[in-house]
Each structure stands twice: as structure tokens, then as C-alpha cells.
């Protein structure tokens, strides 16, 4: 059985900086791609960064490549998302997803984890 697990949202000022986890179990070989998504309320999903786990390349959304990193460590099983000089467009709902490829097609979803920029 497939899960995932986010946690490290929360409420922060603008300009802080916050380090989200992915932990994972249960993926098949086929699973390589571990992605992480954010819906902002009223807002349709979408992707922000992916990891390739066979090779550990890396793909971000336009506006995440200068401020968030993803990350891996294959010993805990876990995704790391770091997301710097945060802005109140970037409160969201983050959500960790894995899948086959970076297309972001996930097929398998974590509950999600809420991140609030304000002041």
C-alpha cells in the first residue's frame, strides 16, 4: 500500500522560509518520480518541483525556481521541498504525489499540508 506524508506547513511572514517533508512508502520500482503540487484557494492545482529518483533530476514550475529546492534522502525515504522568501501567493495547500515520470502525472497522493504567508 502506497502513502505519503507531508508535513512542515504552517503560518509564517512574508520572506521566511519553510522545509516541507515527504515521506514515503510503499512505491514500486516504476514509481520514480516524486513530485510536489500547491492549490491556493480558488485556484486550480498546480505543479511546483519534481524528482527523478533514478537519477535525481530535478524540475521546478517557473516561479519555484529561484526560491524552492527539492531534495531527497533515499535512507528515510523522504522528499524534502525547501521553500525560501515566501509570499502570500504562495499560501497553498501543498500537497507530495508520486508517479512514473516528471510529467506531473502523479498517481498516488498524500492528505496535503497547508502553508500561510502572511502578516
Known amino acids: 500500500q502506497v502513502q505519503l506524508v507531508e508535513s512542515g506547513g504552517g503560518l509564517v511572514q512574508p520572506g521566511s522560509s519553510l522545509l516541507l517533508s515527504c515521506a514515503y512508502t510503499?512505491?514500486?520500482?516504476?514509481?520514480?518520480?516524486i513530485s510536489w503540487f500547491r492549490q491556493a484557494p480558488g485556484k486550480e492545482r498546480e505543479g511546483v518541483s519534481c524528482l527523478s529518483t533514478n537519477d535525481g533530476d530535478a524540475v521546478y514550475s517557473d516561479f519555484a525556481k529561484d526560491r524552492f529546492t527539492i531534495a531527497r534522502d533515499g535512507a528515510k525515504n523522504t522528499v524534502y521541498l525547501q521553500l525560501n522568501a515566501l509570499a502570500p501567493e504562495d499560501t497553498a495547500v501543498y500537497y507530495c504525489?508520486?508517479?512514473?515520470?516528471?510529467?506531473?502525472?502523479?498517481?498516488?497522493w498524500g492528505q496535503g499540508t497547508q502553508v500561510t504567508v502572511s502578516s
Open positions: 504525489a508520486a508517479g512514473q515520470l516528471c510529467d506531473w502525472d502523479s498517481r498516488y
Open positions: 510503499g512505491l514500486t520500482l516504476d514509481d520514480n518520480a
